[in-house]
């Protein structure tokens, strides 16, 4: 049995990445429905003034943060599709991970920076649902995960998912070029 150099793994890689990313949107609407949900239950039971089958019953606030939460998490990822072109500035990768077809096939360095960027858009969109399901913790009245932590998921999922736009603004504030196409001159390609 052969074994495939890391060169090939992270070009396969680059057409499984896109996939993971639009499964885990689609885990974030899903949670985003469930979380509306329990928060439209949670204000007809403030509204009706039930709380038989619990000890802790749901606040107005935390019931409107649900809601909240939950709408935010249905329509962020259907926003990210829809208006990507219009505040990416790390190129065409960040825009192309939202069309429905694949990306086309480039060099294999070319290849590499695009594993490598949606590698990042993984990360950051997994950071995007644990900050959603803290905030919900949060607003559901567990103690243990405040929302001091999900807004560092939010912010760190952000700049991981938009890894190329932050390496343009960083490299055109410090006036170096630290963008991932550095990948293609290291490993020897065009």
């Known amino acids: 049995m052969a074994v495939p150099d890391l060169g090939s793994v992270l070009v396969s890689l680059s057409e499984v990445f896109p996939l ?4 885990v949107f689609l885990l974030i609407a ?7 949900t329990v928060g439209l239950y949670g204000l007809y039971g403030v509204a009706a003034g039930e709380h038989k089958f619990t000890n802790r ?10 809601l909240a939460l939950g709408s935010a998490m249905i329509v962020a990822p259907v926003l990210l599709w829809k208006f990507a072109n219009s505040f990416v500035l790390g190129g065409d990768i960040t825009f192309s ?27 950051g969109s997994l950071a995007w649902l644990i900050a959603g399901m803290r905030l919900y913790n949060a607003t559901s009245g567990q103690h243990g995960a405040g929302p001091g932590s999900s807004a560092l998921y939010l ?31 290291m490993i020897g390609g065009a």
Do not use: Q
């Open 20 to 23: 993971v990313v639009n499964l």
């Open 30 to 36: 899903l949670l985003g429905v469930v979380y509306g």
């Open 97 to 123: 991970m939202f069309n429905y077809g694949s990306t086309p096939r480039s060099s294999t360095c070319e290849d590499i920076k695009g594993a490598i960027t949606f590698f990042f858009m993984v990360l």
């Open 57 to 66: 019953p749901v606040t107005i606030d935390g019931a409107m943060g649900m």
């Open 155 to 185: 912010v760190g999922g952000t700049l991981a998912f938009f890894i190329n736009d932050v390496a343009s603004l960083v490299g055109n504030t410090i006036k170096m070029d630290v963008s991932l196409s550095n990948v293609c001159t």
